[in-house]
């Protein structure tokens, strides 16, 4: 009968201790939970504070010029300063530029240019704009009477249409003469800098796809710079200039297109 009464006894002392320490969990739980809450709360006020503007007594807060703007006349916040736009007419001239070169593309891919006519432009240019001579075997010749000749052959795309890879020669040279590459090779590096050649041979062994629309860019590159050495009075020196910038308007084609 006695350790049935401990027995109870125990058992009710058990239960009052887990309701104590849960009574007790809960309590240390929701202190925890609210001090948490505090301090974010606390966090919040701060990054307020410290973010928000507070005005110098005696000078006005800054706001935003409102000035008419340039194309629609509208009083409005300037967007552009150095044309005086706002944002709707900065928003609609960058959409009417879009849609002209969506047209300008469009217009030039309708146009075909193939390989064989870029290669056609590409001789012209290299036939115009050099000394009218065979850079092989040194001979003088009329530019009718020469041929564009390729260091590394025309089979690499990389290399096919740049201007470093090009020279004029004569017909004996660049079809039936052997050693002529090396003294292309040797006229390259006086012209275009002593690495020319390492540089076409290294380039070759890249890939190069061309669209006819990239096709077409370049065509008007060399068709623009070869109407402008025959149309001007340029010398020598002058004719290389031309050349270089052109070759800086291949490689902006070109160089993004190259794997």
Not at 31 to 38: K, V, Y
Not at 61 to 80: V, W
Not at 98 to 110: D, I, N, P, S
Request: aromatic fraction near 6%.
């Amino acid at each position: 009968m006695r350790s049935h009464v401990e027995n109870g006894t125990g058992k009710h002392a058990l239960a009052l201790l887990v309701r104590d320490r849960g009574i007790w969990a809960l309590h240390r739980f929701l202190t925890l939970s609210l001090s948490l809450s505090l301090l974010l709360y606390l966090y919040n006020m701060l990054k307020r504070t410290a973010t928000k503007k507070i005005p110098v007594k005696g000078v006005p807060e800054p706001k935003e010029i409102q000035k008419p703007c340039s194309d629609c006349g509208k009083i409005k916040a300037i967007a552009n300063k150095t044309k005086r736009l706002c944002a709707t007419c900065v928003m609609k001239e960058k959409k009417e530029k879009q849609k002209v070169r969506k047209e300008l593309k469009r217009k030039l891919e309708k146009e075909t240019i193939s390989q064989s006519k870029l290669d056609q432009i590409t001789s012209w240019l290299v036939r115009g704009a050099h000394i009218n001579k065979c850079h092989a075997c040194e001979i003088t010749l009329d530019p009718k009477g020469l041929q564009c000749a390729h260091f590394v052959g025309r089979t690499k795309v990389a290399t096919r249409y740049h201007l470093t890879n090009l020279l004029p020669a004569c017909p004996r040279c660049n079809l039936y003469t052997p050693h002529h590459v090396w003294n292309l090779g040797k006229s390259l590096n006086r012209i275009w800098g002593t690495d020319t050649t390492e540089d076409m041979l290294q380039l070759s062994n890249k890939i190069l796809k061309l669209s006819n629309y990239d096709r077409k860019l370049i065509y008007d590159v060399y068709r623009t710079c070869l109407t402008e050495i025959e149309e001007g009075n340029y010398s020598q020196d002058q004719k290389y200039k031309k050349l270089h910038q052109a070759l800086k308007d291949y490689n902006k084609i070109v160089e993004p297109l190259l794997k």
